[in-house]
Each structure stands twice: as C-alpha cells, then as structure tokens.
C-alpha cells in the first residue's frame, strides 16, 4: 500500500481595522495597529485609535499619545505625521502655547512689541511704540513729542520746553521761551523785551524803560526818556528842553 501524504492550508482571517481614526492592519492581516498620525486609545486593544487632532502629530505606530506642535508654530492638519506639518505663526503673531491649531490660536504680538520676524515678538526699544496689537514694526518718537512708554503714543513737549531729541523734551534755558506744545525749538528773548515765563511771550519793554538786556528791561535814567514801546535805549534830555516825564518827550523851553 502506498502511504499518500496530505497538506492541510490555514487561511488567516483578516483583521477588519477602522482606517477613518487612524488604524491599519499589521503585515500578516491578523490585527490591527494605529497608524502614524494616530495615538493607541485602549491598552487592551490595538486597534482603537484616534486620528491626532489638529496641532498634534505622531510619526510613529502604535503610540499611546500624539506630539503637540511647539510654542510659536501651529497645526492646520488633523492625523499629522511629523513636525514638518507644524507651521510658524504669522508676522506679528506668536504661539506662547503649545499645540495650536489654526494661525488664529496664535496670539497677537501685544502693544510695546512688534513681530520681529514669523512667530517671534521683540519689545520695541529705545523711544519707539507700538499701540495696537500684532504690529509688524514700532513707531519712531518725533522731534517735539515726549515718550510716555513702548505701549502709549507720545505726548507734544510742553510750552516752554522744546524736543530736544526725538521722544525727549527739555526746558528752556534763561531767557528762552516757547509758547505753543511740540515746538521743536526755543526762541531767546530779545533786547526790548522783557522775558515773563518760558511758557509765554515776551512783552515789549514800556516807554520810560530801555532794553538794558535781552528779556530784561531797565528803567531811564536822570532826564532821560523813552516814547515808544520796546525802546534799545533811553534820550537824554538836551539842554533848552524841558524834562517831562520818563515817558514822554520833553518842551522847548518857553519864551
């Protein structure tokens, strides 16, 4: 008799994986394991898992847990596989959080600073400002104004001050005067004029009295007389005149 020899075939039965969160079949069909862009949800089971969310990745099989996109960067693709699908927040935008999902989880550079490059806010130095939010550049402090802070438009100098340098405002020096605010220079008092304030004009000096210096003003001497208003100088009274007042011109002598 002869002895025949038999085979006997086994047909592995294929695993059925949900693909929509994430799962795939391994090698051989017989189970099921979580894809990249994916994370294990059940220790029990390999096959439950869940597509990472927006902001997330996973380049890896059978994780238990998806990667947040680092602060300053964002993640639009929901089952993301690597970093690579993280993206840097806008100009004048930063993630101060990590696992974003959109350019509008990024916040706004706040006033003071401005976006020094994508994802990145700088404070803005020296006399420059910025007032609104997500700004992409400060603003310069003029000739004239006075910085208040990084966050705050800048104020106009002061009558009697003037801008000294942009964003720096500096007083008068003597006999120096400006009337009106962000004046950018002072104005010196001239000879018949008598200096009041540095925040006002200087008034002409009175007849009797002579501008005896810039902004100051000097009463006449013995005989001597000014008619007009911002005299230089006094007249002595001639002889054959008759001394009035310091303020009014002399008479001829009478017959």
């Known amino acids: 008799n002869r002895l025949h020899a038999t085979t006997t075939s086994f047909e592995v039965k294929r695993a059925t994986c949900s693909e929509s969160s994430g799962a795939r079949t391994v090698t051989d069909g017989s189970s099921c394991e979580c894809a990249p862009g994916s994370s294990r949800q059940n220790a029990n089971d390999p096959g439950a898992c869940a597509k990472c969310s927006a902001g997330f990745y996973q380049p890896s099989s059978g994780k238990f847990a998806c990667t947040p996109c680092s602060a300053g960067l964002y993640g639009p693709t929901v089952g993301a596989v690597g970093l690579n699908n993280c993206v840097t927040c806008t100009l004048g935008r930063t993630g101060v959080v990590s ?8 916040s706004e550079c706040p006033t003071g600073t401005f976006g020094s490059a994508p994802g990145v806010c700088s404070p803005c130095k020296s006399t420059n400002y910025t007032t609104s939010t997500g700004a992409h550049s400060c603003v310069t402090s003029k000739l004239g104004e006075k910085f208040v802070s990084s966050s705050f438009s ?26 009106s605010k962000g004046s950018t220079s002072c104005v010196k008092a001239e000879i018949g004029e008598q200096f009041v304030s540095p925040s006002s004009a200087p008034q002409a000096c009175d007849a009797g009295t002579f501008g005896s210096a810039p902004g100051k003003c000097t009463a006449c001497g013995d005989m001597e007389y000014s008619v007009s208003k911002g005299s230089t100088s006094c007249v002595k009274a001639k002889i054959g005149e008759q001394f009035v007042s310091p303020s009014s011109a002399p008479q001829a002598c009478d017959a």
């Open 99 to 106: 696992g974003l999902a959109s350019v509008d989880a990024c």
């Open 154 to 179: 800048p104020l106009l100098c002061d009558a009697g001050t003037f801008g000294s340098a942009p964003g720096n405002c500096t007083a008068c020096g003597d006999m120096e005067y400006s009337v």
